[in-house]
């Protein structure tokens, strides 16, 4: 079965330091992976996808992914913070049966300090 | 287009009450689904619907149960609620070629 692992629940950067978010997953066929971004009282937004073609994956707002199948890595990262970055941010996996069920990461509070 | 509406945005109940949620998408998306979000533990498939007509269980399905009424409905009914279930619903849908989901603004629930 899939699952991710998102390692601190909490990271807060300093405005125009680099952002690092990292997830971990675990699959048993090449996966599709997911970076969604939450921000306060609202639902979750698409920040990008892997979906098995380049491995260097761009995303909205700046942000970027490399999936990294020896590390079973794809770590979210963005090269100079903003205000506007701070959210929580979820990596998902999809379990790529019929129905394309996601399993979510536990998620990562991002805050950024003036 | 709206994308993907839920109805209430907010409710609280008292334990043993009932409930329905609502959600519509009008994206013509095949998927459908009801994750609940808690602090620390992301988000938990309640259950999904591949098409309609089809419903299934998913990680957290004890308590709720689930209609889905045409393509662009799907519907989350708590029959007697508890605690437990104090969260937020989140519905999503998805055309599934490419797994990318859509989600909903939410529903706070509170149970006392």
């Known amino acids: 079965a899939q699952s991710v692992t998102q390692l601190g629940s909490h990271v807060s950067v300093s405005e125009g330091a680099l952002v690092l978010l990292r997830c971990n997953y675990s699959s048993s066929v090449p996966p599709y992976l997911f970076w969604y971004v939450q921000y306060p009282n609202q639902g979750l937004q698409l920040l990008l996808k892997?979906?098995?073609?380049?491995?260097l994956v761009k995303g909205i707002n700046g942000f970027e992914a490399e999936f990294k199948k020896s590390e079973t890595s794809f770590h979210l990262t963005k090269p100079s913070a903003h205000m506007s970055d701070a959210a929580e941010y979820f990596c998902a996996v999809s379990d790529m049966s019929g129905a394309q069920k996601l399993v979510f990461g536990q998620g990562t509070r991002l805050t950024i300090n003036p | 287009n709206a994308g993907v509406t839920q109805t209430p945005k907010f409710q609280v109940l008292k334990t043993g009450q009932s409930m329905t949620l609502q959600c519509a998408q009008d994206m013509n998306h095949n998927s459908m689904y009801w994750y609940r979000q808690d602090p620390g533990m992301g988000l938990r498939l309640i259950y999904y619907s591949a098409s309609e007509g089809t419903t299934d269980k998913g990680e957290v399905p004890n308590g709720y149960n689930v209609s889905r009424l045409n393509k662009r409905e799907f519907s989350l009914r708590l029959e007697s609620a508890a605690p437990s279930q104090t969260s937020v619903y989140f519905c999503?849908?998805?055309?599934?070629?490419?797994?990318?989901?859509?989600f909903g603004p939410g529903t706070r629930l509170t149970v006392l």
């Open positions: 999503a849908s998805t055309l599934r070629r490419e797994g990318v989901q859509f």
């Open positions: 892997y979906t098995s073609a380049a491995t």
